[in-house]
Each structure stands twice: as structure tokens, then as C-alpha cells.
Nanobody, 122 residues
């Protein structure tokens, strides 16, 4: 079993900042990557940013220069620092984990968090 604990969402005014955290625990042998996705009202879920085990990062164009993803490997935790927030950033933000559960298998699994609401007021 794997658990993801997300925190840091909330209500903020446009131009403000929030920091999301996602801590993974449970039957995890290794983590390939962790990332954040979001789903706004009436929209499809989209990638915001992710970070691989070698710390390579990937960002959606809409957040480049404003959001920063980082990870603490010792804590199996990923962070998303969100600055200069805009009303269009309003969404439920989901943490995604891609991991292996055994040294004897190369199979990778996806696991999603339950989501945390981010609301940016104008």
C-alpha cells in the first residue's frame, strides 16, 4: 500500500504565493518521478510540473517562470512553489507518484493523491 499526503492548498489573491507538498510513504522501493497535475472547473486534468529521480524537471508552458518543483528524496516528498498566482491557476491540484515496489521487478506503478484545492481570487 502507498499513501500520498498532500497539503498547502488554499485561497490566495492574485499575485500571491502558495507552496504545495506531497509526501509519499508505504511499499515503495524506488521513485521514478513525482509531479503535480491540476483540473480546473470544466477542464481536463493537465500536467503542471514533474521531477524525475535525476532531478530533471518539466513544466507546463503556462506556469514556467512562476512555479518551481523540487523534491526531498530522503523524505519522498515533492514540493510545488507557486508564485505570481493568477485566477486561471484556480484548480484542484493532484500529486502523482510513479514508483517501483520491488527491487526484483521493473514494473512501474502510478498513484494519485486525493487533490488539494487552490483558489486564486482576482
Amino acid at each position: 500500500q502507498v499513501q500520498l499526503v498532500e497539503s498547502g492548498g488554499g485561497l490566495v489573491q492574485a499575485g500571491g504565493s502558495l507552496r504545495l507538498s506531497c509526501a509519499a510513504s508505504g511499499s515503495i522501493f524506488s521513485i521514478n518521478r513525482m509531479g503535480w497535475y491540476r483540473q480546473g472547473p470544466g477542464k481536463q486534468r493537465e500536467l503542471v510540473a514533474d521531477i524525475k529521480s535525476d532531478n530533471r524537471t518539466n513544466y507546463a508552458d503556462s506556469v514556467k517562470g512562476r512555479f518551481t518543483i523540487s523534491r526531498d528524496n530522503a523524505k519522498n516528498t515533492v514540493y510545488l512553489q507557486m508564485n505570481s498566482l493568477k485566477p486561471e491557476d484556480t484548480a484542484v491540484y493532484y500529486c502523482k507518484l510513479v514508483y517501483r515496489d520491488s527491487r526484483y521487478s521493473s514494473v512501474e506503478y502510478d498513484y494519485w493523491g486525493q487533490g488539494t484545492q487552490v483558489t486564486v481570487s482576482s
